[in-house]
């Protein structure tokens, strides 16, 4: 077997190894308080403030019941909490349902479960995860969790049920906020993991580096520094996107409210500055990979096409695995399809500008005299 071959093995013994202490082992313990007031809804909605009419949220042997008759409302029940004592961990928990909600105009015009972190001057976090459920149309009965992670500038979170929007009814009880913390054996193994994917990195990059494939270097340091970037340092960045991207100066009387407002205006439409900064990502993803699959290809050009696809779509997917090892990022799988077709984008580029220069007329021969 090829060195090349053990060093394949090896990205794909680890990858595998993260991908299944995170699928088959207990991340979290729970810290067994009851952090809600009223959480069963045995006194009504006491210790909950309710936006609605007594008609619109109505309370049944624990059952907390929001309806709309029609859209464009949004009854909801919150509660704010301050963060609690090394709360860095925090689960939501809930049994809900839901009956003919409407389809709105914004994915999130739903019938929602959300945990809200809210930072030191009182402002919304809604870059954060916050969604515990989201739906549409009708459900049964089904328990839905969830643990988010907070950052120290969370100083305060909300617990909202509401029909954002929609029509329909939404019911929900047993509702739990609960203190987590990390299981010690399962960081253990995180942190372990964390040593070896560290330690196997110089390995696998040496023959890059031998060769001197700068390029293809550059691009796959790049790619993983915003792999394990933390959340807390994309928001940073994100609040600085979002000053470059502000309007022009308001005219004077406007709340400030509306001048904090993150939007962009394109063609007489606004679009919420959260909608256009995950659009941005996951473009990202696409045109990060492409361009490794084209430098690698034009690196690797007498190599062979579904050997070198192997090599890139084993480091598409273990990029997005790395996530899996950082205190508050996730993985998904929608992502790792992205990664795979940029790499697929870049290749078939590749493909289609050597046969144009392959194809392309050549001035014929002057005869010999």
Known sequence: MRANQYRLLAVLILALATLSLFEFVERYASGGTQLLLNGDFAAGVAAWRTNGTREQLQVDIGVL?????????????RQILARPPNGDYLRLSASVRHDGVSSG????????????AIDGGGDMLWE????????????????????????????????????????????????????????????????????????ALPWLIWPLWRQRRLAVIALGVIILVGTLIPNSAKHDL??????????????????????????????????????????????GHVALFALLALAARWTWRGASWRRLGLYLVAFAVSAETLQLLSFDRSAHLFDAGLNILGIVAGLAVFHLLLRH?????????????
């Open 357 to 369: 220069r392959l194809g392309k007329p050549t001035a014929p021969d002057l005869p010999n005299v």
């Open 105 to 116: 105009i914004r994915d999130w015009h739903a019938m929602r479960l959300l945990l809200v």
């Open 238 to 283: 994100r609040l600085i996107v979002q000053d470059m991207l502000r309007s022009k100066p308001e005219a004077v009387g406007k709340t400030v409210r509306e001048k904090a407002k993150p939007a962009v205006v394109v063609k007489n439409a606004v679009l919420p500055i959260g909608t256009v900064w995950m659009a941005t990502q996951k473009v």
């Open 65 to 77: 019941q929001i309806q709309a008759d029609r859209d464009g409302l949004a009854p909801s029940a």
């Open 128 to 199: 954060l995860p916050h969604v515990v459920e989201q739906a549409q149309g009708s459900g049964p009965w089904r328990p839905v969790a969830r643990v988010f992670y907070l950052p120290p500038r969370v100083a305060a979170v909300e617990v909202i049920a509401s029909l954002n929007q929609v029509a329909g009814s939404m019911k929900v009880r047993d509702l739990v906020l609960e203190l987590m913390h990390e299981d010690p054996g399962f960081e253990f193994a995180r942190r372990g993991l964390a040593v070896l994917w560290i330690l």
